[in-house]
């Protein structure tokens, strides 16, 4: 089975890296090889479980990481010129990371600054201005100001994965049934509905069955995808929640 999900929030790597640097708070001109290589590492593994195909990039991103780590446990040595004792001041190997990294976040912001400037250049119209104060609350209220990405629900995806203990192998079978993406969507959506309130994120994932989570996972991207469920959280590394998106009914319909 197939079935492929484009997320616009996926653009590489070096996204994914500052995604963690900004979410562990760390200073990017000291990265802590160690704990970000670990944390680069659970992204990829939750990817390879959906079965999702993990760009070479990221891979080679992966190695990168390792490598530097594993030149950052070599001793530093001392070497003696001309009579006189200096400590040898060797290059950091994570100092070419760094300067991707530097480079890619600010073409980045110059990227968004653009999409800014595009949508400011959007609003001017050859026309004089039209009063448009009572189409204002429709637009504000059909707006997402989402806290959740995409990397948040593979973090919370990982964090299933454990609960579940799906990480060890599964015993092989020789038959195994197919689920439907649209028919488990209709199914969440019906649950988020019937329900008064929020659902929790892990509430949507009744069985400990690999299919049956990547499955319910990309319905609910694809939900998202389509605004028709709304996902919150409060805070950094909280709990994820679910809900039907106002505005729409039951047959997915604004």
């Known amino acids: 089975m197939e079935y492929n999900v484009k997320i616009e929030a996926f653009e590489g790597p070096l996204d994914l890296l500052l995604h963690l640097i900004n ?7 000291d990265i802590p090889m160690a704990e970000i290589t670990e ?16 760009a070479s990039e990221y891979l ?38 760094v300067e991707k990294l530097m480079e890619y976040k600010k073409y980045k912001e110059a990227a968004i600054e653009l999409k800014h400037l595009e949508e400011d ?6 026309k004089p201005p039209s009063d448009l104060t009572e189409f204002m609350k429709d637009i504000q209220s059909e707006k997402l100001d989402l806290d959740v990405s995409v990397y948040d629900m593979i973090g ?5 994965l454990r609960r579940k203990k799906l990480q060890k192998p599964l015993s092989t079978k020789i038959t195994r ?26 509430s949507l994932f009744p069985f400990p069955n690999k299919d049956h989570i990547v499955v319910t996972f990309l ?23 679910v809900s039907r998106q106002k505005g729409v009914n039951e047959s997915g319909n604004s």
């Open 23 to 29: 979410r562990l708070e760390i200073d990017i001109y």
């Open 60 to 97: 080679v991103m992966a190695a990168t990481l390792l490598a530097i780590k594993s030149k950052m446990l070599l001793p530093q040595h001392e070497e003696e010129l001309l009579g006189d004792e200096f400590e040898l001041e060797e290059e950091d190997p994570r100092d070419a990371l």
């Open 219 to 241: 319905a609910i991207l694809e939900l998202m995808k389509r605004n028709e469920i709304f996902v919150e959280q409060d805070g950094n590394f909280q709990e994820i929640f």
């Open 156 to 160: 919370a995806l990982n964090k299933l």
């Open 121 to 126: 250049r959007g609003q001017m119209f050859t």
């Open 177 to 202: 049934q197919e689920i439907s993406i649209e028919k488990r969507m209709d199914e969440i959506l019906k649950e988020v509905t019937q329900y008064t309130g929020k659902r929790s994120f892990y």
């Open 39 to 54: 944390q680069y590492l659970i992204y990829i593994h939750a990817m390879k479980v959906l079965e999702l195909d993990v």
